[in-house]
């Protein structure tokens, strides 16, 4: 076996090696002892015998984290606050698995384990799946506007290909409201306000409707100046919900609820990190010397932007002159539907969403305009009965169905793209899983679930080109030649920007000795796939607080669409994926030990990114590249050292690589922009670049997150003193491995005092994020017109104070 899976063994032998004798004890203290009654652990949570239980439902039921035969992490809702996330693009501090990439416009995406996407858009899948309130949101720009009055963030790692099913082979992230309370009239109001003049204002009030009833509405305000100078990098949200839970029977319970989110400001920015020169013989990077905080919109970089020339165009670009914007609306209503019955329980989800996307951006120093309407409806039905015998079982049925209809414009002055389509998916699943308790310690486990995907696509790209046929020294020149307009969307064609250039032709532009160029890719076209997953697993019960698991699951991801030449259709994506771990408590509780060991074997592996098309144009697409091969160890543990002190660690060993990677780009006048090796491909006019052993995108080999808090009780009042900080190895940020898409070893550092009631009824606190003020690189794109290099950089440090009021 490999370096990683010997690591764990060793360690998974000694910690067994221990669990016998703690075991013998504990079950001896446990007969002995009397029943302790629950009271407040000062370090935090609720205090039977230590540590806090959390209770997490990532397999479908209500469960003990610990108790929970899979590799999960939990970010709970006190944590959510304390750390300030307002949005997806944090998460990943929190969780060291995960990486969060904000892109432009209301775009996050994400990285697990060194598997996600560059680019997403309309007709792309994630990776990662996203679920809010049990519902699967299809597209990642719905993300928006729902981290606010949370339970907790459940991040499943691998694949959840039986129970979550479609678009989940890296993993899954569970995003669970605060439920209404039945009984209790009750509340909170959190307000923050720190440098950049973020304001941050969140609450929630809970009514009891009766014995049987409750209301919640909650909501949320978050207001905040640019990283960037030029304003961009901002954030303003402001979202609602509302829920109802209702006993319509004891054995009938119905929970409806609503949201509405709003995001606007200018939205994510980026940095011109420099430019790539050709020298004669290779591509090199050639630093701008902008700082992390420089926007594409100040005077220094409007200026450097007029530096950079354009290949295409034979000539240097200009200034960009439309300002980005953020106008988006998300609305969705749910409905969990629970029946029990003498034979088991049925669970009964329905829901509806949709969004209305109105926004510009500039991230990759071109312009993205947008217009799009999501609407997804959807069902999912389970049944979980009783046990049979020594059978558990859970049945179920899912449907899902979504409609996309947008218009895009990618204008980057030498090409404009053109974008209009509609896209439909009706996904049909049904899966089933059966655990067989054999004895006290041993359980088997069992799922399958079949999926069936039918997709349609009907759209168009019209790519609209200034192409200079001048040479002069062996280099396009047409100084005088137009740039294309940045404003206008599809509608705007026929009459008002390009009226005289029918499809697929060229016509002169004057005495410039540039043409303007009229390229058409249509695609309409179905596109239907199916698969069977499943999983299998064994549980054992080392000892009363030591569990030992092992997993085998199988993925898929549905193939799609794009409006590029040569990659209008891709196919699905494959994940065969093992995990052995181990979940400990020892010492009365106080010492929490968890081991995990992955290995995933990823076929056809999918690659969305920007990059250039069989037609020479840039272009989002996404390709089935190969195959990869991701193992590693997981380490996570917590120490309660004394009763007001709480210590923390979670340590990631990750190997991600590239088995086969191989992907095709037309030749040019100059080589490729890649730190690939490359050569002439059998097929004519092509490169095939070989990015095979490479590691994997947003993958460091090891990241640490490591902890404290100590609680000082004073009366009636408590001070609570923390402090955290991650450590990433270096890590590739951008697709081409380009050197500047490299980005260094980071340390990251926070800390916080807070003084509050014994109670927590009400608390102030001062913070400070980033200590260390280090902003790194989170992404790296390389736009091939004036062949330009962009960084988006993570937040720089930032402090504040924030009050919390409970009623």
Known sequence: MNRAWRRTSSI??????????????????ASDAPQQQQQQNPAGGTDQQGLQEIIVTAQRKAENLQRAGIPVAVVTGDQLVSRGLTSSNELGNSVPSLSAQPQGGANTTFFLRGVGNFTVNGYSDPAVAFNYDGVYLGRATSTSGVFYDLERVEVLKGPQGTLYGRNATAGAINVLPTRPKLGENSGFVTASYGNYDAVNVQGAVNLAMGEHGALRIAGNVVSRDGYQNDGTSDEKTQALRVQLLTELTPDLTVRVGGDFSHSGGKGPGSTYSGRIVFNGTTNQFVPSGFGADSGLFSADAQAYRQTLYSGLAGRTLAPLDVQPYLD???????????????????????????????????????????????????????????????????????????????????????LNAYQKFTSGTKSYAGFGRVTANLGDPLRLIGGLRYTKDDKDFDGRADVFLVRCTVVVQGQPSCPTAPLLPSAGRYQDLPTAIYPSVPDNQARPIGTTGALLIHAVTPVNTPLSNDRLTYHLGAEFDVGPHSLLYANYETGYRSGGFALSAGYETFQPEYIDAYTIGMKNRFFDNRLQLNVEAFLW???????????????????????????????GVEVEAQLLATPTTLLSANVQYLNAKYDSFVYREPIG???????????????????????????????????????????VPLGEHKAVLSADTQYRSSRVVGFEYMPNQLVGATWVSNAQIAFSAADDRWSIAAYVRNIENERYQASAQ??????????????????????????
Request: proline letters at 4%.
């Open 328 to 414: 988006n609306n998300y609305y969705g209503a749910n409905a969990e539907i629970t029946l029990r019955t003498g034979a088991g329980t049925l669970t009964v989800i329905p829901s509806w969403r949709y969004s209305k996307l109105n926004n510009r951006f500039a991230v990759p120093a071109f312009y993205g305009d947008v217009a799009e309407t999501d609407e997804q409806k959807s069902l999912e039905v389970r049944f979980a009965g009783n046990r049979v015998g020594i059978f558990d079982y859970m049945l179920g049925a899912n449907y899902f169905d979504e409609s996309v209809a947008a218009t895009y414009l990618y204008a980057q002055q030498a």
């Open 782 to 807: 390389i736009y091939s017109a004036g062949s330009a290099a962009l960084a988006v950089y993570s937040p720089p440090r930032t402090y504040g104070v924030r009050v919390t009021s409970k009623f």
């Open 601 to 631: 074997k990823y076929r056809n592996q999918q690659v969305n990114h920007t990059g250039i098309d069989k037609n020479g144009n840039q272009g989002q697409f996404t390709e089935n590249v190969g195959k990869s091969t991701n193992q």
């Open 12 to 29: 998974l032998a000694l910690t067994i090696a221990g669990v016998g004798s703690q075991a013998q004890a504990q079950t001896q203290a």
């Open 669 to 711: 006048p100059t080589p490729p922009v890649t730190g690939c090796p490359y050569r002439a491909s059998a097929t004519a006019g092509m490169y095939d670049i070989d990015c095979s052993g490479r590691t994997a995108y947003l993958s460091p080999k090891w990241t640490m997150n490591l902890g404290a808090q100590q609680t």
